[in-house]
């Protein structure tokens, strides 16, 4: 009888796109079938790819997007309070990104133009359902709010330099992003 | 050359001619010093301070201190690069600096700069501050989301263009501004061409010709190729 191998003990990883458009997400699957030998280093805890709805003790949080709602800052807050180490993904997270690109307009004048009077809407009126997050002021990064462990640049980070991060952590290393990798567009 | 005249700059012999700036003569040798507000072809303004060194133990900005025989600079070490990225911060988090949606990301000395010194976030808070854009020229897009006040534009309108288009106005961070110098205050109302100097000198996205957005595809853009580190010439910033 063989004796099962001992287990290596898995880092547990968590994501979530806040205020960010999923394309920080699509990159990270543009490692291809690297995932494969991630997935027997890693597994995923609260994630867009697992459907999980609320985040336990991690070791990784990965966080894509910017602050732009109430929601949004919730979310950041358990991240941060479950995970050791948290990274913020992409330039939404880093610097509010194109979300922020609202920040010079007044909040009230940006709804109602286009729940109002933009032509072609239903003309609703702007949605005051309970269960909506109410907006922000401002969109705002997550290192405004609850301290980032990592910073992961790019509009999307490339799936190479996720890997590297990934890859970095996982070997006890600090990050480091060389030329090509490193960019803000 | 008189062999008395060389500098130490991180431990190298760098040779220059009296009157030269510490930048000037690092460039001259291919040596890099980050820097935005200096560009090879003008008088240093001296304002950026990201060319600080360190020179015999002392801070002092490289475009503005003159070369001097014997002197110990320090250029590239730990605690000068480290100061540098917190400038940078500033930098960034004082303006709109979006790089997914500008025309200069690639081309940009603010952002190349930024990656040679390995900043991976504005670490501040950011201050969103209201900032005009001028679309009046027909050929001239002004957008001053992006400016970092280095003045060049001011300077060579005035001393190459001969024209005065551009002037540095107003107080406080976010009070002080380049003016235009118009009836209107609008580009269209000067005599502003897109042959003139000023109009291809911004290091950053302000100055952009209209209708050739990108129109280099990612990865054949200046700093796509090569650091900022590796393309030190004394014609381009």
């Not at chain 1, 359902?129 to 990592?150: M, S």
């Not at chain 2, 808070?125 to 534009?153: E, G, K, Q, T, W």
């Not at chain 2, 290091?203 to 900022?228: C, S």
């Amino acid at each position: 009888m063989n004796a099962p191998a001992p287990a290596v003990k898995k880092l547990r990883v968590a994501t979530t796109s806040l205020a960010g458009c999923f394309g920080c997400h699509m990159s990270f699957l543009d490692i291809d079938e690297r995932i494969i030998p991630l997935l027997d280093l890693i597994e995923f805890d609260r994630s867009p790819l697992t459907d999980i709805k609320h985040c336990g003790p991690c070791d990784l949080g990965i966080i894509e997007g910017g602050l732009c709602n109430a929601e949004n800052v919730h979310v950041l807050r358990e991240f941060r309070k479950n995970c050791k180490f948290l990274v913020a993904m992409g330039a939404c997270a880093i610097n509010g990104g194109l979300p922020a690109q609202r920040n010079h307009l007044d909040l009230r004048d940006v709804l109602e133009e286009v729940y109002q009077t933009e032509a072609g809407l239903s003309h609703g009126g702007i949605p005051n359902d309970p269960e909506l997050p109410l907006p922000l002021n401002q969109v705002h990064p997550i290192h405004e709010v609850v301290k980032i462990d990592y910073f992961l640049p790019g509009c999307p980070p490339p799936a190479d330099a996720i890997w590297k991060l990934l890859t970095d952590l996982l070997a006890g290393r600090t990050p480091s992003l060389g030329h090509g990798l490193m960019h803000y567009d | 050359m008189n062999e008395t005249n060389t500098f130490l700059l991180d431990g190298e012999e760098i040779p220059f001619t009296p009157g030269q700036s510490i930048i000037q003569a690092a460039t001259e040798h291919g040596i890099y010093i980050p820097h935005l507000c200096w560009h090879p072809e003008f008088k240093a303004h001296g304002s950026c301070k990201i060319c600080t060194v360190k020179v015999n133990g002392r801070f002092g900005s490289s475009c503005t201190m003159a070369a001097q025989a014997g002197m110990n600079v320090e250029n590239r070490t730990s605690e000068l690069d480290d100061k540098r990225r917190t400038l940078l911060q500033m930098y960034f988090v004082e303006g709109n600096h979006f790089c997914p949606s500008c025309e200069k990301s690639g081309n940009c000395s603010l952002q190349a700069t930024a990656y040679e010194l390995k900043m991976v976030s504005p670490h501040f808070d950011m201050f969103y501050p209201d900032r005009a854009v001028d679309a009046s020229h027909p050929d001239i897009l002004l957008d001053f989301n992006r400016c970092i006040m280095c003045s060049l534009c001011v300077t060579a309108s005035r001393e190459v263009d001969g024209k005065n288009v551009f002037s540095m106005g107003g107080r406080g961070l976010l009070g002080r501004r380049i003016h235009i110098s118009s009836e209107s205050g609008k580009l269209a109302d000067t005599d502003f061409a897109l042959t003139d100097r000023a109009a291809s000198i911004c290091p950053v996205g302000v100055i952009l010709p209209k209708r050739k957005g990108f129109a280099v595809p990612i990865g054949e853009r200046k700093y796509d190729k090569l650091p900022i580190n590796l393309q030190v010439s004394e014609e381009t910033p």
